[in-house]
């Protein structure tokens, strides 16, 4: 299986961290949006997209790198995210990286995200939120996650 994560960690490092126990599971590189050869993504059996949640939404530069995207067929992806507050059952931040996901031709079956330290402006004031997160349960979340995909795949090879 030959997979790769995109990722855009600018914070903390908090999604770097998920993005890197995924990685070695997968064992896929990770790298930024500014790295990936953009033809040789349809070579991948599985991409894993993923940064820190900001205003709801993921990182602007994830973003605008999924959007510039060409429409091809692709094989499978995921996406992840580590964000200060949960996701929202109304306003799943997930769901619009998910759906240009599959615009661009991805098959995308799931999604991961965690907690993580958060100094958002308002949380600022008091040092932020979610201090030590993500902390080792959601590190081996993320690996039990990753595992999962990896049998997926193999299993749909």
């Not at 602007?60 to 580590?82: D, H, I, N, W, Y």
């Not at 330290?117 to 081996?140: M, Q, S, Y």
Request: aromatic share 8%.
């Amino acid at each position: 299986m030959k997979a790769i994560i995109v990722c855009t960690s600018v914070s903390h490092g908090n999604t770097k961290r998920v993005a890197d126990v995924m990685g070695q599971i997968l064992q896929a590189p990770v790298v930024d949006p500014d790295e990936v050869d953009v033809a040789e993504l349809a070579t991948y059996d599985l991409v894993g997209f993923g940064s820190g949640i900001f205003s709801m939404q993921f990182h602007p530069r994830l973003r605008q790198f999924v959007q510039a995207l060409p429409t091809a067929e692709r094989g499978k992806a995921f996406v992840f995210a580590t964000s200060g507050l949960p996701e929202l059952p109304f306003r799943p931040f997930t769901r619009p990286l998910v759906r240009l996901l599959g615009q661009k031709g991805f098959e995308v079956n799931s999604s991961f995200s965690c907690r993580a330290h958060d100094t958002w402006l308002p949380f600022r004031i008091v040092g932020g939120i979610n201090k030590g997160r993500p902390n080792t349960v959601d590190l081996e979340s993320a690996r039990a996650y990753a595992q999962g995909l990896r049998a997926q795949v193999r299993a749909a090879s």
